[in-house]
């Protein structure tokens, strides 16, 4: 079919849009150069698109799971695609995001937007997965495009918390979360661009791990913005985050956030001990207006935990830690807009284009934008007024901004193995279906002041487990120098393999 070319109607409304006028007698020039360029559009929408052959084509994409089988919502598919038969995840079953491309599989963001969305190749990180023995069993649910760290706007339904089910998993990973505890998941992948693989973490009681930005492949992945896209491992325990991380990490050719990408070997880490490590507690983690008294007093009875075992602690300070929100909002909500104005895409990088995702995505907002979360059209509106009026300064600012975050953290990681606060500065939220807008706006993101900072920075960090209170699990969180993420893990595990963590 040819590509339709515009009318003088569609030209006269398009130079508006783009502030000049086009006069009746320019009219005909344009259109006849337009008639040249249009055939050049139909050569190349008839040109084929190499794609690889699926690697393991054997799979199934199954169906939703019943409520029996899936008590906390966390599961929007239950699949089967079987590995390789040896390797170092041989036999593991996995879950998987649904924002991460599955061949063959609905794909949908929890959003009705890209309802009826099937991708046609494997994201880099799902290859890597089988290679390594692995079994993708489950398609996870998540926030509605990513854009809430509460877990309840995805279009199927909110994600419950496993410790209390009148509570929420957390967002935006959080069926990666609460689906760990199913015995017939044993390690799932979440994606992080403000804290959607920690929050969770801290809200459930696992173990959720951001790698440092750019060590683990975002081929084939919907994300919000390439500078602060992350994806990684969320698991029951640091060892299996640690070898879930072995997998996944290094170089992809197709993936143009990368540069270099040193990897080490993870495991090898784990079991050194907190003997002699250094820690700088972060001052300004702790007593933040969000803050509940009982997250502070437990992480910080995690850290004398630590010190017994014979880690080195200081409280530090970062000042700019608290006045970093002006930098998340301006990158989240322009750099959200760019991504959805177009369809996903992006502009300007030499990596692999998903065009059945930008066709999906752009008749799907054009249909039912309506559907999108509350958060999703609050970056909506302010990401297109801040581009509009302010013709990007401000996200171009922020972007300049984040070296002096980031290197005000190196500062200290110069002195400091790792530094340590609360992962969230509360516990998981209520569920409450009678929300209106402005609360689940509210409480969507009222959970990120320690996480999200660190996406914008690229630093590795770790949520783990160290204790209850009123029935619900606490986060410690740990933060490691770029590309040291074995540290953090060490640090981890060291906690966790000392400590029951549900008993402090």
Same mark, same amino acid.
């Given at each position: 079919? $040819?590509?339709?070319?515009?009318t003088p109607?569609? @030209?006269k409304?398009?130079?508006e849009a !783009?502030?000049?006028e086009l006069?009746?007698?320019?009219?005909?020039?344009?259109?006849?150069?337009?008639s040249?360029?249009f055939?050049s559009?139909?050569?190349?929408?008839? +040109?084929?698109?190499?794609?690889?052959?699926?690697?393991?084509?054997?799979?199934?994409?199954?169906?939703?799971?019943?409520?029996?089988?899936?008590?906390y919502?966390a599961?929007?598919?239950?699949?089967r695609l079987p590995?390789?038969?040896?390797?170092?995840? !041989?036999?593991?079953?996995?879950?998987?995001k649904?924002n991460i491309?599955?061949?063959g599989?609905? %794909?949908?963001?929890a959003?009705?937007?890209?309802?009826?969305?099937?991708?046609?190749t494997?994201?880099?990180?799902?290859?890597r997965? *089988?290679?390594?023995g692995g079994d993708?069993v489950? @398609?996870m649910?998540?926030?509605?495009?990513?854009?809430?760290?509460?877990g309840?706007?995805?279009s199927?339904?909110?994600?419950? =918390?496993?410790?209390?089910?009148?509570?929420?998993?957390g967002?935006s990973?959080g069926g990666?979360a609460?689906?760990?505890?199913y015995d017939?998941?044993?390690?799932?992948?979440?994606?992080?661009?403000?804290?959607s693989?920690r929050?969770? $973490?801290?809200?459930c009681?696992?173990?959720?791990?951001?790698?440092?930005?750019?060590l683990?492949?975002?081929?084939?992945?919907?994300?919000?913005?390439?500078?602060?896209?992350?994806?990684?491992?969320?698991?029951?325990?640091v060892?299996?985050?640690?070898?879930?991380?072995e997998v996944?990490?290094?170089?992809?050719?197709?993936?143009?956030?990368?540069?270099?990408?040193?990897?080490q070997?993870?495991?090898e880490s784990?079991?050194l001990?907190?003997?002699?490590?250094r820690i700088g507690?972060?001052?300004e983690?702790?007593?933040l207006p969000?803050?509940e008294?009982?997250?502070?007093?437990?992480?910080?009875?995690?850290l004398?935990?630590?010190?017994e075992?014979?880690?080195q602690?200081?409280?530090?300070?970062v000042?700019?830690?608290?006045?970093?929100?002006?930098?998340?909002?301006?990158l989240?909500?322009?750099?959200?807009t760019?991504?959805?104005?177009?369809n996903?895409?992006g502009?300007?990088?030499?990596?692999?284009?998903n065009?059945?995702l930008a066709d999906a995505?752009?008749?799907?907002?054009?249909?039912?934008?309506?559907?999108?979360?509350p958060q999703?059209?609050?970056?909506?509106?302010?990401?297109?007024y %801040?581009t509009d009026?302010y013709?990007?300064? +401000?996200?171009?600012?922020?972007?300049?901004?984040?070296?002096?975050?980031?290197?005000?953290?190196? !500062? *200290? @990681?110069?002195?400091?193995?790792?530094?340590? +606060?609360?992962?969230t500065p509360?516990?998981?939220?209520r569920?409450?279906? =009678?929300?209106?807008?402005?609360?689940?706006?509210?409480?969507?993101?009222?959970m990120?002041? !320690?996480?999200?900072?660190?996406?914008m920075?690229?630093?590795?960090?770790i949520?783990?487990?160290?204790?209850?209170?009123?029935?619900?699990?606490?986060?410690? %969180?740990?933060?490691?120098?770029h590309?040291?993420?074995a %540290?953090?893990?060490?640090?981890?595990?060291a906690?966790?393999?000392?400590?029951n963590?549900?008993?402090?």
């Open positions: 079919m $040819a590509i339709r070319k515009p109607e569609d @030209l409304r398009l130079a !783009n502030h000049f006069a009746e007698d320019e009219l005909e020039g344009y259109q006849l150069m337009i040249a360029l055939d559009y139909d050569v190349l929408d008839q +040109m084929p698109e190499t794609k690889e052959p699926l690697k393991y084509p054997d799979r199934d994409s199954g169906m939703r799971p019943t409520l029996e089988m899936d008590p919502n599961i929007l598919r239950q699949c590995g390789a038969s040896g390797g170092k995840l !041989n036999g593991k079953r996995i879950g998987l649904n491309n599955v061949a599989m609905p %794909m949908t963001c959003s009705k937007v890209l309802e009826g969305y099937i991708p046609e494997d994201a880099t990180i799902v290859t997965l *089988l290679d390594a993708v489950a @398609l649910n998540l926030d509605n495009f990513a854009y809430s760290g509460a309840d706007t995805s199927f339904g909110p994600t419950l =918390n496993p410790h209390n089910t009148d509570h929420l998993a967002g990973s990666s609460a689906a760990l505890y017939y998941i044993d390690m799932t992948i979440g994606g992080d661009q403000g804290g693989i929050i969770p $973490a801290s809200f009681g696992v173990v959720g791990h951001k790698p440092t930005h750019g683990v492949p975002y081929t084939g992945i919907v994300g919000i913005d390439n500078t602060f896209d992350h994806t990684g491992p969320m698991t029951r325990t060892a299996d985050a640690a070898l879930m991380l996944l990490a290094g170089k992809d050719p197709l993936d143009p956030r990368q540069g270099e990408v040193p990897v070997a993870y495991t784990l079991g001990g907190a003997g002699g490590i507690v972060l001052q983690g702790f007593g969000e803050s008294a009982d997250v502070d007093a437990g992480v910080q009875k995690a004398g935990i630590l010190g075992l014979g880690a602690q200081e409280l530090v300070s000042p700019f830690h608290q006045r970093s929100a002006g930098i998340v909002w301006s989240i909500s322009e750099g959200g760019a991504a959805l104005r177009s996903g895409l502009h300007g990088w030499a990596g692999v284009y065009v059945g995505m752009g008749k799907g907002l054009k249909a039912q934008s309506k559907d999108l979360s999703a059209k609050l970056v909506l509106l302010v990401g297109s %801040m009026q013709n990007g300064r +401000m996200y171009a600012k922020a972007q300049n901004a984040r070296r002096d975050l980031r290197k005000a953290y190196d !500062n *200290l @990681l110069e002195r400091y193995d790792v530094l340590a +606060m609360p992962t509360m516990k998981a939220h569920n409450d279906a =009678n929300s209106d807008s402005g609360a689940i706006l509210t409480h969507g993101w009222d990120t002041s !320690n996480t999200a900072p660190f996406n920075t690229g630093h590795p960090a949520s783990i487990p160290c204790g209850k209170s009123n029935g619900l699990p606490i986060g410690l %969180m740990l933060v490691g120098k590309f040291d993420d %540290m953090v893990l060490r640090v981890a595990n906690f966790e393999q000392h400590t963590w549900e008993s402090l």
